[in-house]
């Protein structure tokens, strides 16, 4: 399975003291990040973005679009935080969940090869009904 953004990633987005922070959970603290822990994290949210575009496309991807590496990292810190996280946080992760269920809707759609069409929608309803027992034929004199 892949993992759809890295610990480079988050710390050149949120920075290292944040990742210091939220990681750094030892009973001395070290001031390092705890790659480790970031690395399960974006895991988890690999994981979930997988559930989502398991309804559209083809996994594992290909490429990694940046819209997929971004919500990745949006889940990720999140999840990360184990008390409240402030409001901005808080705030990417809800669009970053309204996107996956876009996505997983057909309402947005990610630049990656691999659509399935069989996946994708189609054309709705296929009705197939039993043979009509009265028919003009059979009802002759009723009709």
Do not use: W
């Not at 610990?7 to 603290?29: H, K």
């Not at 705890?34 to 290909?62: C, F, N, Q, R």
């Not at 819209?67 to 669009?95: E, F, G, N």
Request: net charge negative; aromatic share 6%; with cysteine.
């Amino acid at each position: 399975m892949p993992v759809y953004a890295t610990v480079q990633q988050m710390t050149d987005r949120f920075g290292a003291g944040m990742l210091v922070a939220l990681t750094d959970r030892a009973a001395v603290a070290t001031g390092m990040v705890d790659s480790a822990l970031v690395t399960k994290a974006l895991t988890d949210a690999s994981e979930v973005i997988d559930g989502y575009l398991s309804a559209k496309y083809v996994l594992p991807l290909v490429t990694i679009p940046g819209v997929i590496a971004d919500l990745c990292q949006s889940v990720a810190i999140y999840k990360l935080h184990t008390s409240d996280p402030d409001a901005k946080i808080t705030r990417d992760y809800q669009d970053a969940m309204k996107t996956l269920r876009d996505i997983a809707d057909g309402r947005q759609r990610i630049p990656v090869a691999g659509l399935d069409p069989t996946l994708a929608g189609g054309s709705g309803a296929q009705i197939v009904d039993r043979e009509r027992p009265f028919t003009a034929e059979n009802m002759t004199g009723f009709i």
